[in-house]
């Protein structure tokens, strides 16, 4: 038992480090959706939303899945402690790394014009996609660092390089966006991946990893390992990416422009918001598990680990958002988005199923089972996809959020079974209890706010909200004394202090 509980309590401690900093990136995330909302309304959240969606395709094809198999090699490297090795993988990394960045900028800009009619029917925003090379190029450059830093565990510089590089972005964005307005979006996404890379580089060479230089001949022969997985992990990543282009595509060509960025505010609050807790748990959780991939019962006993956790604070913060949704999109954006209240909620609820299906994700990717992960993530989208279009003429906007429920529907039982496979891997009776009853929170949450109107609403899902915040403490509590806690924090307060 004590085991278990120093491992809960090892996934508790880096959720919480890098939890924390994902609060203070919410806040600076808050002021620039608001800024952005502001300054440039939904037409502009949704142009950004475009321009993101082809640095983010562009980037995974030309990164051949270079960071999930870099982390995990990195991870089983350092873990022998073996600086030379580390030293040299560093140098393969650092050499396919290089290669992938001025391969993805040369891909934005030789296919900026197809890429401009795809997206808006029109050669018009041709210039600025040729721009955006260049923040595929630093964006690249810094994913490098990125994969030495996570796979060595170093958590804090993490931490610490996000939260001051969105502080530098919102920064520099302001004043483009104020002066600039729409024109200003793809200068402002350059200057921010360039600012990024800086910072980030900072902490990287904190590390004091020795430059070795490494020929093409070794680079690619060593290379190889990492690319096994890392290519199939592109191929789930290039295609979630391109589904993306397409939904929104396909709003903007068959709705309008205003209604891509009522899609791209709901998807930024609950893929970047809502999901916090996953990234705060997955900088840890995939390097710890790597290690032990290949003991089943550690498997089974970590991933279980992690899904409790994952329910207990995933629970209350899913009830809240589809609770407080509609004063979420006012606050984070405007009055304007107040019409995406409905598709936020579909969104939410489907956001609790993966979730709870995330942590069994990482035993393919741990185990090297590429082809099997790409299969997974190749059916979610065409589920997503089709379900989207097939419901789009009875249900409107909504049927993008109904879709995303029911890909992820299917994506859950993908995963148990895929899982049960690999590693004889099944939830304990605990955390099938919990998932039930979680689920049932959120599901009679979801009625209340859909079924009722104005203050009963409210009310009655102010009661869900707080009896799942009690039950998530409770399962806290059987794991941790929150008491003792409460007691050490209070012990670290100079006025908490006994000072007779």
Known sequence: MDKQNSSYKQIIKSTSIFGGSQLI????????????????????????GIYQSIVDMVRSIACMGIDTGGIREVAAINSTHDRTKLEELVAVIRWWILGASIFGSLVCIIFCYPISIWAFESGEYTLPIALLSIAVFFTLLNLGQIIVIQGTRQIPSLVKANIISNTSSLL???????????????????????ATFLITQRYYNKLRIKHIPTSSAIALRKGKKILKLGLFVVSASVCATVSMFVIRSFISNNVSLEAAGLFQAVWTITGVY?????????????????????????????VNEQTFIVLIAATPLIVGMILFSKLALIALYSHEFVSATSLLQ?????????????????????????????????????????????????????AVGIGYLLSYAFYLVCMLIMSNRLCRFRWTSEILSMSLISFSFILVSFYMMHRLDGIPAYLTTSV??????????????????IKDILKDIKLRIPFGRNRN
Request: no cysteine; charged share 10%; net charge positive.
């Open 346 to 398: 579909w969104q939410i609820l489907g956001t609790f199923l993966k979730v709870i299906s995330w942590p069994m994700g990482f035993i393919l990717l741990a185990k090297t089972k590429g082809t099997w992960y790409l299969y997974s993530e190749v059916l979610f989208y065409i589920v997503y996809l089709l379900a989207s279009y097939l419901l789009y003429p009875h249900y409107g906007l909504d």
């Open 274 to 302: 809502l999901m916090l807790i996953l990234r705060s748990m997955g900088s840890d959780f995939f390097p710890r598990l790597s290690g032990i991939i290949n003991k089943n019962v550690a498997t089974r006993r970590l």
């Open 25 to 48: 990136n919410i806040i600076i995330g808050f002021a620039r959706s608001k800024i952005i909302a502001l300054l440039l309304g939904s037409t502009g959240v949704g142009l950004i």
């Open 172 to 194: 520099l964005s302001v004043p483009i966006y104020y002066f600039l307005g729409l024109k200003g979006i793809a200068i402002s996404l350059v200057l921010g991946s360039i």
């Open 464 to 481: 869900i909200f707080i009896l799942s915040i009690t039950y998530s403490l409770y399962k806290l509590n059987k794991i941790i004394n």
